[in-house]
Each structure stands twice: as structure tokens, then as C-alpha cells.
């Protein structure tokens, strides 16, 4: 199956600096999701983002598919943005809602 | 509008008991999925469906059947729980169709077997 690697395990900053997370896919994509998981473990859609470049407030990201990767951008960070990203691709071979987790990166924002 | 409702959040079987885990979504979402999160293992899928009287195999289904007799529910049964399945279950629902948007996810439910 696809496999999905997300760069780093773990991150940690301190409020007001900004940080770029990685996600890379190892075949073609036609779904591609970014999810926060807060300190108390809901989950929680950031972008539905298969190509291109999307941006919702201090959050951007940009897929480029035909180099199989993705980047979540977070510009000055607060303490609420403290959780595990995970990064969720749908293989274009298979079924474009079905998603496969990468295995996320810990962002630990600091006062 | 209330997204995707699982029920219970927490509970505690014994090895060998079964039980229900609940999930109902109320956006008429077509897809409809079933994930474990065991730490340091992210999501893995267990089962998935697009559509009433619908259902596949995810990537770790033993141990767990499912049904989806309406579009709204989707439960996920345990028939003989075992420690292995001691995990955070969440349900997830999106468009299978159309416009793709999003996963919602549910706010999971924390099972521990003794």
C-alpha cells in the first residue's frame, strides 16, 4: 500500500515562531488531508488539499503531487496549536475517500 | 447540525465480552469509517463504507464486524473483546461523491479490555 512519512516526530517552539511540517507519499495521490489532534485528542480537518495551495488564517499548505509531497505551514505559533499533525493521503490507484495516516508530528508550543 | 455522534467515550470490558461502539452522522455523508489510534501507530483503518448495505475491510479488520443498514449509522462490533483491541476508536464520515471535501471525525471512544 501507500505509504505516507511525516517529517519531524517532533517539534517544539516557542510562541511566535513559525514552523513548516512535511508529509511525503510514496505513489500518486488524489486526496490529501491535514488533521490537528489537540491535547485532548480530537480531531480536527485543517485542509482537504490534493494540489495546489490553500491558506486559512496562520495556517497555509501546499501539495505539489507530481514530487509527492506536502508542507503545513504555521506562522506565529501560539500555545493552542500545541498537538500531533497528521498528515492522511488517498491513493489514485484506489479510492479517493479512503485515507492512510502518516504517523503525525508533535508540535509542542512553549509561553 | 451535530457531525458525527460515537458513543460511549469511555469504557472498560472484560476479555471474551462483546460490545457496540455507536457512530451516527447527520450530514448524509456517504463514506463512512472506522479507525484505531494505538500510540505511535497514527490511524490505521479497520472498516469503511459507501453506502447503505455497503461495507469492505480496512487495513486491520480481525476481530471487528460492521453493518450499515441506514446512511446515517455505521456501529462497529467487537464479538469476543481481547487486550490487543485495548485502543481509542474513531468514527469518520465524508462525501465518497461529488465535490470531495473533508473528513469529520467523531470525538472517539477510549476502550480498554482486561
Known amino acids: 500500500g501507500i505509504q505516507v512519512e511525516q517529517s519531524p516526530p517532533d517539534l517544539i517552539l516557542q510562541e511566535g515562531a513559525n514552523s513548516t511540517l512535511r508529509c511525503n507519499f510514496s505513489?500518486?495521490?488524489?486526496?490529501l488531508q491535514w488533521f490537528h489532534q489537540n491535547p485532548w485528542g480530537q480531531l480536527i480537518n485543517l485542509f482537504y488539499i490534493p494540489s495546489g495551495t490553500k491558506q486559512n488564517g496562520r495556517l497555509s499548505a501546499t501539495t505539489v503531487a507530481t514530487e509527492r509531497y506536502s508542507l503545513l505551514y504555521i506562522s506565529s505559533s501560539q500555545t493552542t496549536d500545541s498537538g500531533v499533525y497528521f498528515c492522511a493521503v488517498g491513493y489514485s490507484g484506489g479510492s479517493n475517500y479512503k485515507l492512510t495516516f502518516g504517523k503525525g508530528t508533535l508540535l509542542t508550543v512553549n509561553p | 447540525n451535530a457531525g458525527v455522534t460515537q458513543t460511549p467515550k469511555f469504557q472498560v470490558l472484560k476479555t471474551g465480552q462483546s460490545m457496540t461502539l455507536q457512530c451516527a452522522q447527520d450530514m448524509n455523508h456517504e463514506y463512512m469509517s472506522w479507525y484505531r489510534q494505538d500510540p505511535g501507530m497514527g490511524l490505521r483503518l479497520i472498516h469503511y463504507?459507501?453506502?447503505?448495505?455497503?461495507?469492505d475491510q480496512g487495513e486491520v479488520p480481525n476481530g471487528y464486524n460492521v453493518s450499515r443498514s441506514t446512511t446515517e449509522d455505521f456501529p462497529l462490533r467487537l464479538l469476543s473483546a481481547a487486550p490487543s483491541q485495548t485502543s481509542v476508536y474513531f468514527c469518520a464520515s465524508s462525501k465518497a461523491r461529488g465535490r470531495m471535501m473533508g473528513y469529520t471525525f467523531g470525538s472517539g471512544t477510549r476502550l480498554t479490555v482486561v
Open positions: 463504507s459507501v453506502g447503505a448495505g455497503i461495507t
Open positions: 505513489d500518486s495521490v488524489n486526496n
